[in-house]
T-cell receptor, first 112, second 112 residues
Framework: SQTIHQWPATLVQPVGSPLSLECTVE??????LYWYRQAAGRGLQLLFY??????ISSEVPQNLSASRPQDRQFILSSKKLLLSDSGFYLC???????????FGQGTRLTVV | KQEVTQIPAALSVPEGENLVLNCSFT??????LQWFRQDPGKGLTSLLL?????REQTSGRLNASLDKSSGRSTLYIAASQPGDSATYLC???????????FGKGITLSVRP
């Protein structure tokens, strides 16, 4: 069966520090991968998605970037965090085509 | 631009009650609609996926319906239990690659 791992679960980082969140999927090949952010009082917002290695699409302009160095690995990064980057970050995957999306357990990021 | 609305934002019911959670979307040209459950501080658990060609899906005490032409979906929970207390999110996929647009969710509290 397929599983998705996301870490760390919580992170407190100072303003201006770098960020790296990692997500891996097991049990499937060539999945579509997604990064969403859930901010307080707002719905989940799609940040990035990827349909293959090295293929990244950004949905909103922001201080973050994403990379997909391997088929089942998706990384969310920032060179310098802003206070506004605080939120709950969720990684998700789906099979190619119009199918069900599955989410990881999320990372709570607090920028101080 | 697709917009998804879930009203009310919160709901409290006594145990055993049958209840309906509503979701509406502005663009009826969707590929599928998915209902999720989110417990506090956790990731999303997929409950039901309805393809655009389907009218409803059932899983245990849950039944989700879709009326694409009117831009509405409902999640019916039968014989609610305290363990059903969580936030329920509705999301639609309006294009390729399963990118989802989410509502803000309905926080359900089932009182013993």
């Amino acid at each position: 069966s397929q599983t998705i791992h996301q870490w760390p679960a919580t992170l407190v980082q100072p303003v201006g520090s770098p960020l790296s969140l990692e997500c891996t999927v097991e049990g499937t090949s060539n999945p579509n991968l997604y990064w969403y952010r859930q901010a307080a009082g707002r719905g989940l917002q799609l940040l990035f998605y990827s349909v293959g290695i090295g293929q990244i699409s950004s949905e909103v302009p922001q201080n973050l970037s994403a990379s997909r160095p391997q088929d089942r690995q998706f990384i969310l990064s920032s060179k310098k965090l802003l206070l506004s980057d605080s939120g709950f970050y969720l990684c998700a995957w789906s099979d190619m085509g119009l199918t069900e999306a599955f989410f990881g357990q999320g990372t709570r990021l607090t920028v101080v | 631009k697709q917009e998804v609305t879930q009203i009310p934002a919160a709901l409290s019911v006594p145990e055993g009650e049958n209840l309906v959670l509503n979701c509406s979307f502005t663009d009826s040209a969707i590929y599928n609609l998915q209902w999720f459950r989110q417990d506090p501080g956790k990731g999303l658990t997929s409950l039901l996926l309805i393809q655009s060609s389907q009218r409803e899906q059932t899983s245990g005490r849950l039944n989700a319906s879709l009326d694409k032409s009117s831009g509405r979906s409902t999640l019916y929970i039968a014989a609610s239990q305290p363990g059903d207390s969580a936030t329920y999110l509705c999301a639609v996929s309006s294009g390729a690659n399963s990118k989802l647009t989410f509502g803000k969710g309905i926080t359900l509290s089932v009182r013993p």
